[in-house]
């Protein structure tokens, strides 16, 4: 029977009379028109400050290319090819080949690919290694049950970044000693993964030596030289590694959310059939053309770009700085610049150090100050957690890596205005003896989604506090203070690529103790304790 709509009309009689226009007609007429008290667009934002139009306060960056603070400033060349890239539509296969070549060329590569980052550049070459770039064991992603299960990572590369690797589904197996990784190597690997760096360079896990005992077994070789300069010839390559990952974020000045996969041509295109626009387990791992595009202006910039001046305005910086402090009583400076060897995070670094009967403070205290002032300034580890436990050394280090024109005289002067007059640190309020909290307690934290329970083991030595942070994960070292019923307590937790660092304070009363808890980069927390 025919569907009839207004006075008995089938469907298409009154779609072809206009019935239609009525009822879209009373459809517009219940929208509600947009709230007049609404914030303006932020494309009208005054002078174009967005972060401001969203009540977000801008931070100089005088600690480098940190990911949680924005990475590295965008190049006026890479801005410009990236804007140009939104205006026509390309195949991403095409547009990947193109670039592939071109990157190849520029790098000295056998291939490149353009990833979302080097944590992805990472989780797609172990998907490569594993996978290769067969469609069916591409599909079983993350199920390795009928592939290669493992990575060999040397003890001194494991970190936070073994995620990116472990995404796939291998297991890590740890080495120290070329006898353990002649050991490891067998059928169930898939892949080395070695961190760049001094370790890797003269270590007792040399790559060159890595390299070579993974190739008599066929097994690939992956470095991770994230905040590395870009050398042509490429070291890692010439040592024998298979794949290199790089940040686009860092040094190069690329796109924040772009990366770099170079090396062996198998193993990079592998690696990019794993990555979107293709389906399957990388589908998430997605660069659009305008990063695509912005990387290779980035690696092509990088080839014109004058190192040595960069070198030389990044000390001068410094040295602002440090002529800025010193008529400052009780206040040293060092600058320090880096080796011709040395490519992570290439740039000379201050540190500012002060005695502590000028200044009774320590570094934890002068970064924080920073951080939350006028202007906001971010140095040592401020901004992203570390070091942990906070900073208790007279110290503090200046990084002018990612400085904008006219931000070191600004630090400078907030500096010299902090250190000049150092705030007085509140006495500890007397509120009695320290609460007695040694002994076992079970500890119950709520976070914005779902609960835990884990259990603390202190000791106590007047107000000083040690012990045994027994978590769902692992367990972590505790250290903490109690001031009357005060309670602040540090865990943290570091190994096989983990890092878990969680700051307590709350009010002990008897046999309980409630407050909050810092979660560090995961957000925060409530917690009780009861004993």
């Not at 007429?29 to 801008?58: F, I, M, N, W």
């Not at 193993?267 to 998430?284: I, K, N, Q, V």
Request: hydrophobic residues 45%; charged residues 20%.
């Amino acid at each position: 029977m025919a569907d009839t709509g207004s006075g008995g009309l089938t469907r298409r009689e009154w779609l072809a009379r206009g019935g239609h226009g009525a009822v879209i007609a009373g459809l517009l007429g219940r929208v509600r028109p947009l709230d007049a008290q609404a914030p303006a667009p932020l494309a009208s934002a005054p002078g174009g400050d967005v972060y401001a139009a969203l009540g977000v306060r801008p931070i100089i960056n005088a600690r480098g290319t940190i990911t949680v603070l924005g990475g590295s400033q965008m190049s006026a060349d890479v801005r410009r090819a990236m804007d140009a890239a939104t205006r026509e539509y390309v195949h991403i296969d095409e547009l990947a080949e193109a670039v592939g070549r071109r990157l190849a060329s520029l790098a000295g590569a056998e291939w490149a690919i353009v990833t979302s980052g080097c944590s992805a550049a990472l989780t797609l070459a172990t998907a490569a290694a594993v996978a290769g770039a067969d469609p069916d064991k591409l599909a079983q992603l993350p199920d390795l049950s009928r592939m290669k299960q493992e990575v060999i990572v040397p003890a001194s590369s494991r970190s936070a970044y073994d995620a990116a690797v472990r995404a796939v589904g291998v297991r890590i197996v740890e080495v120290r000693t070329m006898a353990e990784l002649t050991f490891a190597l067998g059928p169930r690997t898939a892949m080395v993964m070695v961190l760049a760096g001094p370790d890797a360079d003269d270590g007792p896990l040399p790559l060159e030596a890595m390299c070579r005992a993974a190739r008599d077994h066929g097994v690939p070789v992956l470095v991770d030289a994230a905040a590395e300069e870009l050398r042509v010839p490429n070291p890692h390559l010439a040592r024998g590694a298979s794949l290199v990952a790089y940040s686009g974020g860092k040094c190069l000045r690329g796109p924040q959310c772009a990366g770099l996969l170079l090396g062996d041509a198998g193993l990079t295109r592998a690696a990019w059939m794993h990555s979107a626009p293709h389906h399957g387990f990388g589908r998430g791992f997605k660069v659009g053309r305008e990063e695509m595009i912005g990387m290779l202006a980035a690696v092509e910039a990088w080839g014109a770009r004058d190192h040595a001046r960069e070198q030389q305005q990044w000390h001068a910086w410094l040295a602002l700085i440090a002529d800025r402090l010193k008529d400052v009583r009780g206040v040293h400076t060092e600058i320090l610049q880096p080796g011709p060897d040395v490519l992570s995070n290439r740039t000379p670094t201050m540190t500012i150090a002060w005695d502590r009967e000028a200044i009774p403070l320590s570094g934890a205290d002068v970064e924080d100050a920073l951080y939350h002032g006028t202007p906001r300034i971010a140095v040592s580890g401020a901004g992203s957690f570390l070091p942990f436990p906070p900073n208790a050394a007279p110290n503090i280090t200046i990084v002018p890596y990612q400085l904008r024109e006219g931000d070191a005289g600004i630090v400078a002067d907030a500096l010299h205005a902090f250190f000049a007059s150092p705030p007085v640190r509140p006495a500890a309020q007397a509120g009695g003896p320290p609460a007695a909290i040694a002994g076992t307690w079970r500890v119950t934290m709520t976070f914005a989604r779902g609960s835990a329970e884990h259990l603390f083991v202190i000791e106590q030595r007047g107000t000083e506090l040690a012990g045994l942070h027994v978590g769902e994960f692992a367990e972590r070292e505790l250290r903490g203070q109690v001031r009357a019923q005060d309670v602040l307590i540090w865990t943290w937790y570091t190994a096989d690529g983990r890092r878990l660092n969680f700051e307590f304070r709350g009010v002990a009363v008897g046999d309980e103790m409630r407050g909050d808890v810092s979660l560090g980069e995961y957000g925060r927390a409530t917690w009780i304790a009861r004993r």
